[in-house]
């Protein structure tokens, strides 16, 4: 079936840390991004990164399709990074518009 | 430059009501999307237009559901007969070609269905 995995469900950071968020999805999906929703509702796409490596700024993304699965990285991660991040991808075959969004790691991070 | 933007930003109603929920994207942006998102989900894809038509609508969950997009730029939505389960926040995004491409996201609409 069309699958997009995602974990850990929820993370909690000290200001400064460093994490790995992980994307898992079956073979039906593919073109990647990655997507931050701030406490306030607002969704920002962060990459559209189908396969390969990006980077902006403390935030990288990479994406392995051949193994069906995508990271994203944050570095010296702030308290404005809190907020839910999905990833979400287009079905094969089907429109390119329909996104299939996972359930998200909602991210805390403590001052 | 201006986001996409979305109206109104909050919409109370009572089941069975009919409801209209409007989207402005980007300038210049051909391709615009709805979505609902539930609490604690990730949002749902309703409905995808690229230009006037609708490209794919395979997501509307029934026909009280519809969207129009008369002249390729604003968007809305329209309920009708709304039940309480269609309470969510229903987000709009754009893009500037067909996609695959960017989606950039609007603030959203709560409705809620009492």
């Known amino acids: 079936g069309i699958q997009v995995e995602q974990s850990p469900p929820d993370l909690i950071l000290q200001e400064g840390a460093n994490s790995t968020l992980r994307c898992n999805f079956s073979d039906s999906v593919n073109n990647l991004q990655w997507f931050h929703q701030n406490p306030w509702g607002q969704l920002i796409n962060l990459f559209y990164i189908p396969s390969g490596t990006k980077q902006n700024g403390r935030l990288s993304a990479t994406t392995v399709a051949t193994e069906r699965y995508s990271l994203l990285y944050i570095s010296s991660s702030q308290t404005t990074d809190s907020g839910v991040y999905f990833c979400a991808g287009q079905v094969y075959g089907g429109s390119q518009g329909n996104l299939i969004f996972g359930k998200g790691t909602k991210l805390s991070v403590k001052p | 430059g201006a986001g996409v933007s979305q109206t109104p930003s909050n919409k109370v109603t009572e089941k069975g009501k009919y409801v209209e929920l409007r989207c402005d994207p980007i300038?210049?942006?051909?391709?615009l999307y709805w979505y609902r998102q539930s609490l604690g989900q990730g949002p749902e894809f309703l409905i995808y237009f690229q230009g006037t038509g609708a490209a794919d609508d395979s997501g509307l969950p029934n026909d009280r559901f519809f969207a129009v997009r008369p002249e390729g730029s604003v968007s809305t939505l329209k309920i009708q007969r709304t039940e309480r389960g269609d309470s969510a926040v229903y987000l709009c995004a754009s893009s500037l070609g067909a996609a695959p491409e960017t989606q950039y996201f609007g603030p959203g609409t709560r409705l809620l269905v009492l």
């Open positions: 300038s210049g942006h051909t391709a």
